[in-house]
């Protein structure tokens, strides 16, 4: 379950799960790529999800590695039209609750309070930013690997199953 959810009451949980669809995705899938639709939001059952970025340079850079009880693709709660800004890729073999922006409108309409739920997220997504900025400024680099490091500990410990001390990146 995403700790999110527990925000709100058992009725208002009960209405958004119902409006999820429960989407599977094998190791190495892409859930979604940069420039692509953007309409449905990902809410983490099961798994480890890259969301990745393509450089000006033509490198690949990974913005973030997420695991259960994450979301990820917000945005596309808010804009209608708009267009993902980001690839999303399986690590290994994912489960998601996907809210469509459809389902969410008319959510909305149903229950206003339900907007709670995209506002914490959001908070969520401008803290975890925030943080990533304070530290590329004004750490050294030894203690933004030491962060990024346990950081990603915790991600790949969190699903409970097997979990080894190990980090299964390069």
Do not use: Y
């Not at 959510?107 to 709670?116: I, K």
């Amino acid at each position: 379950m995403t700790p999110l959810l527990d925000l709100l009451t058992e009725a208002e949980r009960r209405q958004v799960l119902t409006a999820c669809t429960r989407r599977r995705f094998p190791k190495g899938d892409s859930l979604f790529h940069a420039g692509d639709p953007g309409d449905t939001l990902h809410l983490i059952q099961k798994g480890h999800v890259a969301i990745r970025l393509d450089t000006a340079l033509g490198d690949n850079a990974t913005l973030a590695v997420l695991g259960p009880g994450s979301t990820f693709g917000e945005q596309a709660l808010l804009v209608a039209d708009g267009r993902r800004t980001a690839s999303a890729v399986a690590l290994d073999k994912v489960e998601t609750l996907a809210l469509h922006r459809n389902d969410f409108e008319e959510l909305r309409q149903r229950n206003p309070r339900v907007d709670r739920l995209l506002v914490l997220i959001l908070a969520e997504q401008v803290r975890r930013l925030t943080a990533q900025v304070i530290d590329a400024r004004h750490e050294s680099v030894p203690t933004r690997v030491a962060r990024v490091l346990r950081d990603q500990l915790t991600v790949w410990g969190q699903d409970g199953e097997g979990a080894t001390g190990e980090i299964p990146l390069t």
